[in-house]
């Protein structure tokens, strides 16, 4: 159960305004890196990361503490006229991790307090803060489609190939196949090339594609099954 407590109150200490002496010592922990960001804009990917803060604070701190369901306690709010406040180098949500190089992140709600009360004046804590992180994102260049004796040119990745070829008037389809072809829906079986270069940079092989591929080579794909992801040279067998 959350014990949210006035720290000032509960440590016998009056908030004060002559809060004198305060430092600050950041070190980042290294966390994991997120997988999937928070958020993400134009150019930046944003993660939640935590990290961890040292701060030397006078008494009173003017913090309210609760208790953690995992163990240890988080601020929960900072009273008006405490130091943390003032300096604003405690935040809402900081766990603490030690006092005095006392290690408390895992300390129940009243040993935490009576190591505060047992402080000195100045007092030195660690805490674990969340923040978050913006990351630029990595701008890759789009992708080169390179026809065999045909045009190259440079595509939006994830373009799907069928509809590439065609923009570059690639004879993709020949003879009555031009008006038969079943317009990209993996039904006809004429849109395959054989993929010459960089077949990794394609999308993996549909489920249509193992089933009407299985008699080809395995370096061919059906272009309207695929999407351009890298660079890539392909060739039109031909039909
Ligand atoms: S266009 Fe018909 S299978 Fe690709």
Redesign the pocket.
Known sequence: MALPLLLAAAAGWLPHMGTGRASLALSRVPAPRAETPVRSDEEYDYFRKTKSVSVSLEKPLGAVLEECAEGGVRVEDLQEGGSAAQTGLLKKGDRLLSILETDVSTSDFDSVMAKLVEAPQEVSLTVERNVIVKVKREVKPDPLLSVKDGPSSNVKMGSNL?KMLLDEKVE??KGMGKLT????????????VDVLEGGQNLSPRTA?EEA?LKKRPASYR????TLVNGDVTVEVPSK
């Open positions: 069928r993709l389809y072809n079943c317009g990209g829906a993996g039904q006809c079986n004429l849109c395959f249509v009407r059906l272009a309207c099954q």
